[in-house]
């Protein structure tokens, strides 16, 4: 069976034998993520759980995507289970952000979670001139968000509200991967970073979607599903090298990756721990420049202090306490390295 990135769940009613079918198929598959459509798997409380237990034995990480009227039960689970893999979305359909998404994502925070994403999805132009509205809402929260702007999760979206969207943006990255079988990019939009998802993703990804009915590779490709009763380990894995559906105008298109290489000292610092340098100096907090750009702090701080030792230098320094708070800041050679890249990133025009 060939790596899988992406395995989704979705449209999917928790009755009968279909918990059967779905562990049979998942005794063959592990991938990288998970992704869990709660607002279309139909069962009681009980029964969503144990789709959640299937779903997160079957991947490195979970990922819940919830909006607002599941919130609280995503979150009550997510307490439960104190998993700190998985990752609670909370989806904001037409980019109208309601005051109880707020509210009750402080709860969790309050609670400890903090794995949590806000996920603004568009499907209209009306959507996206939303967007930089509800960006500059959360800046005022007393705490961060990992903020994500895409289409809606499942469901059609028009080539031209994607490059409408795009157009917002004050600065865009590179395309770096995958993520929520989406291709995705860094974006800056208010001084606040954000992850811009877009269709179609990379070519050769290793996606799979399981729903009531069958197994696709794309929840789009209604005409092409495998029954469950009928999914073997050779056929899932033709549907997962299958290719996705493309737009008719760029069938022969080419993925173009530009990977920018700062060194110093003859050590390469990753692109990656660049823009969290980038996202320190904006924010001067180390948390929140990993929370905002969705990376784990503990192991990008491992990641720069391992940098700094081939370096010989400090990147980062912290300073505790006083009336405003303790706070982090890039040291010189922080400094240094970051104006280099973002010197690099110009000339790209990203």
Known sequence: MPSLETLVFANIELKGDIYEKLERILATLYAKEALVFMWTVKGSQGSIYRLLRLASDSSKKLTIFCDENGLDSCIRYSLMVSDPSIELVALVNDCRLSPNVYEKLKVAYEHGLDNVSLYLAYGSPDDARRIKRVVTLTRSWPYQVMLRVG???????????????????????????????????????????ITLLEPPCPRGCKKLTITGSGVYKCPLDGGEAIQLDHATPDTLETVIERECKRPPSTPSAKDVRIRIIVEYNGVSIPEDVLDVLVAVRMLRSFRAACRMLGVNPAHMAMRIRRLEEKIGHRLLEGHRGGRGGGYTMLTSIGEEIVKRYLEVKSVLGG
């Open 151 to 193: 289409p809606r999760p499942i469901g059609y979206v028009a080539r031209e509200d994607v490059v409408r969207v795009r157009e917002l943006f004050d600065e865009l990255g590179l395309p770096y991967g995958v993520l929520y079988g989406f291709s995705a990019r860094r974006a800056l939009l208010e001084n606040t970073y």
